[in-house]
Nanobody
Framework: QVQLVESGGGLVQAGGSLRLSCAAS????????MGWSRQAPGKEREFVAA????????YYADSVKGRFTISRDNAKNTVYLQMNSLKPEDTAVYYC?????????????????WGQGTQVTVSS
């Protein structure tokens, strides 16, 4: 059974940092695109960041560019999201996802494996 398990969420003050991790099990995604989305209360899920299989190509939403960094460790089958300079509007449930079909794909809504999410709350 394939699982993606997020960790690292929590409560942080505005301007602070958090690092999210997403560990995959049940199969390797070392040759596949992976990424992060988020969903704030009352809003639709939105793309945050994605990374190609090698890490050479990354994609970011304009709202997080320059503040968030996506990375991966294929040996650990894990993808990370380093979030700096957090703002209250970053408050959301953050979801990790993986695409079993493509090595690089910005269209995260087309990914076919998803985690359960981790809550990130940024206080003002």
């Amino acid at each position: 059974q394939v699982q993606l398990v997020e960790s690292g969420g929590g409560l942080v003050q505005a301007g602070g940092s958090l690092r999210l991790s997403c560990a995959a099990s049940g199969r390797t995604f070392s040759r596949n695109a992976m990424g992060w989305s988020r969903q704030a209360p009352g809003k639709e899920r939105e793309f945050v960041a994605a990374i190609s299989w090698s890490g050479a190509t990354t994609y970011y939403a304009d709202s997080v560019k320059g503040r968030f960094t996506i990375s991966r460790d294929n040996a650990k089958n894990t993808v990370y999201l380093q979030m700096n300079s957090l703002k209250p509007e970053d408050t959301a449930v953050y979801y990790c996802a993986a695409d079993s079909r493509y090595s690089s794909n910005r269209n995260i809504e087309a990914y076919d494996y998803w985690g359960q999410g981790t809550q990130v709350t940024v206080s003002s």
